[in-house]
């Protein structure tokens, strides 16, 4: 392309995607030392022919001095113009670095390399700030100093796995939050995954009073660490938890059913749960803000039906239903569709989204889809229906005929995977 070509300079958004294939050939290829020279012109090159780059998405870099050095240098190229950077992976030489002082979006996986990014954004400019694999005693500094993220709307944290039984876990926290104190002004969406046993360095940050959302993803402690008031508050609160027999049980779960029953903050509940024995605690107790429930093993139709019913705010459910329980419904088979409306009952109100998974489904054998059906016709609120690992063909019979006989059904959306 010509230099004085002028198609590319209106381009604002550059993504970087290398293969291993191409990470490996070219790596072989290269000197052992890279040549810094031709770099340096290939960048200059491509910063000439797009120089209003303000979104950087960097994935899929394999390492190696010659990406290292490449991207190194294309991100000193538009470290004062950017203003969204994606960085997914492990990359990071950064000669010449420059301030990334307009930087408003920033997703980052912290690692030993990344780390290094962070003391040249400019915190106060950060709208949006996602980060991947933390650990739970990382700091924004080391430098004994307070981070004012002034600007910041959305946190979103996800934190890496560790020793919980490691026996320095709580002094390397202590000490991370002596080391810098996290000031969040104006935060409006603060999301947390992965917390285990110890209060994260993040959390004893300042925060601001008016925060609309605070989600918790996938942890037993998250509830307790709600419960004793040490969680930011929010006028909303999202629990998103898994569920077996070891991981919750049912105190828990009647903690989480107390809490979102008597909070001034309005509560909502998500479920997975993750082994078929553990279905039974949802029996036992009934969530009343529960609003999206998936069941990750096979479920009886019944028990699906039970269970809905039980549940008067569900708005999502994710099931899968066996070839064994699916043809355990053949008793309905020969039933006209006013037969069976005689049958089916409305068991929900408010749930708008069914995601039903058919396990082990063979092609060659006739199966009938009654339950599918049952499902769908009990669910006069239902909008949008997934069926996974079912062809179309198979419920083509449903989508012509069903949607004539019941009103309810007529703009639901049926997609098939």
């Not at 925060?211 to 709600?226: R, S």
Request: with cysteine; proline share 3%; charged share 20%.
């Amino acid at each position: 392309m010509s230099e004085n070509s002028n198609s590319l300079k209106s381009v604002k958004s550059l993504d970087l995607w290398v293969s291993d294939t191409s990470s490996v050939f070219l790596n072989q290829t290269a000197s052992k030392r890279v040549d810094m020279i031709f770099l340096r012109k290939v960048v200059g090159r491509i910063h000439k022919l797009a120089p209003h780059i303000t979104r950087l998405d960097a994935h899929g870099l394999c390492g190696g001095p010659f990406f290292e050095s490449f991207y190194g240098l294309l991100t000193a190229a538009y470290s004062g113009r950017l203003e969204r950077m994606i960085i997914r992976n492990k990359v990071i030489v950064m000669p010449e670095l420059q301030n990334f002082d307009n930087l408003t979006h920033l997703i980052i996986t912290i690692n030993n390399e990344s780390v290094r990014y962070l003391p040249y954004v400019y915190a106060e400019s950060l709208v949006f700030l996602r980060m991947e694999n933390v650990p739970i005693d990382f700091t924004w500094s080391t430098n004994n100093q307070t981070v004012v993220f002034r600007n910041l709307r959305d946190l979103d944290v996800k934190y890496d796995w560790y020793n919980v039984k490691d026996v320095l876990i709580d002094k390397k926290i202590n000490a991370a939050v002596k080391s810098c104190t996290h000031y969040f002004p104006a935060i409006k969406k603060l999301r947390m995954q992965g917390i285990v046993d110890h209060y994260p360095a993040l959390l004893y940050g300042r925060f601001g009073s008016n925060m609309d959302l605070v989600e918790l993803v996938g942890t037993k402690k998250a509830i307790d660490y709600v419960v004793v008031e040490k969680v930011p508050q929010a006028k909303n609160l999202v629990l998103d938890v898994s569920i077996d027999e070891h991981i919750l049980d049912t105190n828990e779960l009647c903690a989480i059913e107390l809490l979102s029953s008597s909070s001034k903050v309005n509560v909502v509940v998500k479920i997975n749960v993750l082994r078929r024995s553990a279905i039974s605690m949802l029996d036992e107790i009934a969530l009343s803000r529960l609003t999206e429930l998936r069941i990750l093993p096979s479920i009886d139709i019944n028990k699906a039906i039970s269970l809905i019913s039980r549940l008067p705010s569900l708005e999502y459910l994710r099931i899968c239903l066996s070839q064994t329980e699916i043809l355990s419904d053949n008793k309905h088979a020969s039933e006209t569709a006013e037969q069976q409306n005689i049958w089916v009952k409305p068991i929900s109100k408010t749930l708008s989204i069914l995601s039903l998974q058919f396990s082990a489904y063979d092609r060659e054998s006739v199966i009938n889809i009654n339950a599918f059906k049952r499902l769908c016709l009990a669910i006069p609120s239902i909008s949008k229906v997934h069926a996974f690992q079912i062809p179309k063909d198979v419920i083509a019979e449903f989508v012509e005929q069903y949607k004539l006989n019941y009103p309810h059904l007529a703009k639901t959306r049926i997609c098939c995977n």
